[in-house]
């Protein structure tokens, strides 16, 4: 099984952030704005639905796996961090999932 976790992907979202843009697909992304990455994370949300309904466990695992590697350049964009993002997932332990999405409502 491989060990390969999404802490290893972010450090190499990071790294590739540093390279020069002819050398590297995620500093072409970032070069573009984080607008331009959202839209690319959209996308890839998309494609993910439509192979969860749609198309085989394959598929689905790929798609997914784009998905995830937009979404950590969108952080990387915007200067955030897995471990930001764990511990907004710690502080709604407790909770059930009904009552953490109505406190979002109307805020």
């Known amino acids: 099984m491989n060990k390969f976790t999404l802490h290893d992907l972010e450090r190499r979202v990071k790294e590739r952030a540093k390279a020069k843009p002819e050398a590297s697909y995620t500093r072409q992304l970032l070069d573009k704005g984080v607008a331009h990455c959202a839209k690319k994370l959209g996308e890839e949300a998309v494609e993910t639905a ?18 995830v ?10 200067g955030i961090t897995l471990a930001d993002i764990e511990a907004e997932l710690a502080a709604r332990i407790g909770r059930s999932g009904l009552d953490e999405k109505a406190s979002r409502k109307g805020g």
């Open 50 to 67: 439509l192979a969860a309904v749609g198309e085989d466990d394959g598929r689905l695992i790929a798609e997914s796996a784009d998905l």
């Open 69 to 78: 590697y937009h979404l950590m350049v969108v952080l990387e964009a915007r």
